[in-house]
């Protein structure tokens, strides 16, 4: 059964959240992105870069890997901070 579109929406919107704070660049255009796709793979920068920006943005190092395929990423972000992206 497929998820309904609010909740698609929803998703898609998280991840272009987290996306945007490791690649500032307002111009960039990601890759499409699939279920196994990790924040390495759809960011053009070095894993070290990564990592800095996620670190600064949230305030220290978040224990999820950078390998963790975005979907899974996002779920684990927001058990830690249940309030992002949002207010």
Known sequence: MLAPTVETERRRREVDALIAVVEPDPEYQGPLVTDEASLLDAVGASAQEIQDRLDAHFGGRLPIPLS?????????LKS?????PGQ
């Open 80 to 84: 830690l901070r249940p309030t992002w």
């Open 68 to 76: 963790t395929p975005l979907w899974r990423f996002v779920d684990a």
